[in-house]
């Protein structure tokens, strides 16, 4: 099992950058396809990123796309999310997520492990 713990969510300016973090227990946090996904007042949980264990592949949101980089760091056992170019529309509470599948994809109920969240507002 894996537990993951957000930080470096906060208040921004539009077009401001910011980077998530994602720290997880576990020995085996390397074999773990890790995702980002948000989830904004009144809405779905919805897909953000990921990135694969056993190719690095990564597939990102079109609302997102070039705009945010997903990245992993095995020996600290962390997960990123770069964020830049931010907008209004990117407030929400962000979750980091793991699966131990090759590509659990933009899935919600594929994702076996899940943080608490962290806010992240953007004002315009």
């Known amino acids: 099992q894996v537990q993951l713990v957000e930080s470096g969510g906060g208040l921004v300016q539009a077009g401001d950058s910011l980077r998530l973090s994602c720290a997880a227990t576990?020995?085996?946090?390397?074999?773990?396809?890790m995702g980002w996904f948000r989830q904004a007042p009144g809405k779905e949980r919805e897909f953000v990123a990921t990135?694969?264990?056993?190719?690095?592949?990564?597939y990102y949101a079109d609302s997102v796309k070039g705009r945010f980089t997903i990245s992993r760091n095995n020996a600290k056992n962390t997960v990123y999310l770069q964020m830049g170019s931010l907008k209004p529309e990117d407030t929400a509470v962000y979750y980091c997520?793991?699966?131990?599948?090759?590509?659990?994809?933009?899935?919600?109920?594929?994702?076996?492990?899940w943080g608490q969240g962290t806010q992240v507002t953007v004002s315009s």
């Open positions: 990135l694969s264990w056993i190719d690095g592949r990564t």
């Open positions: 576990g020995r085996t946090f390397s074999r773990y396809t």
């Open positions: 997520a793991g699966d131990t599948s090759a590509w659990p994809g933009v899935v919600v109920s594929e994702y076996d492990y």
